[in-house]
């Protein structure tokens, strides 16, 4: 399951919309691995003001590898924190996920692409 989700925001869910702010809550307590990660390189970005800033650190088990890949491979979840931290997501492999300035549309289009992909591949990441 990828959340644990709280016996009101399902209430929520089944009366109608669901409030992002509440939702956004539940990915955070449900995912706080995946939470800490996306924080700091949030905090990062703004701190740096650089146009992106990504993760290269894989994760200290596949609890936490897990936790990435159902956050960052929910189209609900993404979208959610991006609008909550007002940046970009992107993500490659189990663990490399970067942060993205809205405006940074460049950065995140070469991030994404095929070639970007290709050079981030390493044999330790293989079965990640």
Wanted: hydrophobic share 45%; with cysteine; net charge negative.
């Amino acid at each position: 399951m990828s959340l644990t989700v709280p016996a009101g925001l399902l209430g929520q869910a089944r009366g109608g919309e669901v409030d992002d702010e509440a939702f956004v809550a539940c990915v955070r307590d449900s995912l706080p691995y995946a939470w800490a990660v996306i924080s700091e390189l949030v905090e990062r970005r703004g701190r740096t003001g650089a146009e992106f800033a990504d993760n290269q650190v894989p994760p200290p088990d596949e609890a936490a590898r897990g936790q990435l890949l159902r956050c960052l491979a929910s189209d609900a979840m993404r979208g959610a924190l991006e609008r909550h931290f007002g940046v970009r997501l992107a993500f490659q492999n189990c663990h490399r996920v970067a942060v993205f300035h809205p405006a940074a549309a460049a950065a995140h289009a070469e991030f994404v692409t095929p070639r970007a992909q290709i050079l981030n591949q390493r044999p330790d990441l293989v079965d990640c």
